[in-house]
T-cell receptor
Framework: QKEVEQDPGPLSVPEGAIVSLNCTYS??????FMWYRQYSRKGPELLMY????GNKEDGRFTAQVDKSSKYISLFIRDSQPSDSATYLC??????????FGPGTRLSVLP | KAGVTQTPRYLIKTRGQQVTLSCSPI?????VSWYQQTPGQGLQFLFE???????NKGNFPGRFSGRQFSNSRSEMNVSTLELGDSALYLC????????????FGNGTRLTVT
C-alpha cells in the first residue's frame, strides 16, 4: 500500500462549481498536511498548511483533515478557469521526509 | 522576499554527459531539498541539505549528488546521464523548524537525448 494515495483524475468541472480533491494516507504518525498547486511548466506552490483535524479556510479554499480516517481534502468554492492545475497533497511526519501524492489534474471549463 | 531560484530553466544533454543544476533558496532558509518529477513517478525525493550537511537521502543511484554552500545555495550534479534521467528537477527550501513546509522553485527541465 502506498503511503499517500490520490485520484490522478483528470477532473473536469464547469466554472463556478465546488471542487473536492482528496487524499488518503496509511501512516497514522503523520502530523502535518499540505496542499500544493502546480501549473504547467511551474514548480508546486504552497496553498494550504495545517496540522490539526478539522477545517482551515483561506479565501475560496478550505482544507479538511480527518486524522481518525486518515483522509484529507481540499475544497475549492466558486472554481475559476485559473484554478486549472495539478493539485498535490503532501504529508509530513516531524523530522522525517515529505511524502507527496501523485497529484490530481483539474480543469475548470468556462 | 524573493522565492526559490533555479538555473538554468532548460537543459538538453546527451547520454554519458554530466550536468550541474543550481538553486538559490529563499533568504534565511537553511534547508534545501531536491526532487525529481516525472509523469510516471510523480515527485521523488533526492536529498536534503541543511547547513552544508546532507541530512536525508532518497533512493537514487550515486550518480546523483549534491552539495550546499555556506550561503545556503545548493547545486545538484548528475553524472553519466541516462535517457531515464529526463525529468523536471525541483529545488525547495524551508525554514529551520522540522515542521516547516517546502517552498519550491520553478525547476530545471532536463532532457537527455
Amino acid at each position: 500500500q502506498k503511503e499517500v494515495e490520490q485520484d490522478p483524475g483528470p477532473l473536469s468541472v464547469p466554472e463556478g462549481a465546488i471542487v473536492s480533491l482528496n487524499c488518503t494516507y496509511s501512516n497514522s504518525a503523520f502530523q502535518y498536511f499540505m496542499w500544493y498547486r502546480q501549473y504547467s511548466r511551474k514548480g508546486p506552490e504552497l496553498l494550504m498548511y495545517t496540522y490539526s483535524s478539522g477545517n482551515k479556510e483561506d479565501g475560496r479554499f478550505t482544507a479538511q483533515v480527518d486524522k481518525s480516517s486518515k483522509y484529507i481534502s481540499l475544497f475549492i468554492r466558486d472554481s475559476q478557469p485559473s484554478d486549472s492545475a495539478t493539485y498535490l497533497c503532501a504529508i509530513l511526519n516531524y523530522g522525517q521526509n515529505f511524502v507527496f501524492g501523485p497529484g490530481t489534474r483539474l480543469s475548470v471549463l468556462p | 522576499k524573493a522565492g526559490v531560484t533555479q538555473t538554468p530553466r532548460y537543459l538538453i544533454k546527451t547520454r554519458g554527459q554530466q550536468v550541474t543544476l543550481s538553486c538559490s533558496p529563499i533568504s534565511g532558509h537553511r534547508s534545501v531539498s531536491w526532487y525529481q518529477q516525472t509523469p510516471g513517478q510523480g515527485l521523488q525525493f533526492l536529498f536534503e541539505y541543511f547547513s552544508e550537511t546532507q541530512r536525508n537521502k532518497g533512493n537514487f543511484p550515486g550518480r546523483f549528488s549534491g552539495r550546499q554552500f555556506s550561503n545556503s545555495r545548493s547545486e545538484m550534479n548528475v553524472s553519466t546521464l541516462e535517457l531515464g534521467d529526463s525529468a523536471l528537477y525541483l529545488c525547495a527550501s524551508r525554514a529551520t523548524e522540522d515542521n516547516s513546509p517546502l517552498h519550491f522553485g520553478n525547476g530545471t527541465r532536463l532532457t537527455v537525448t
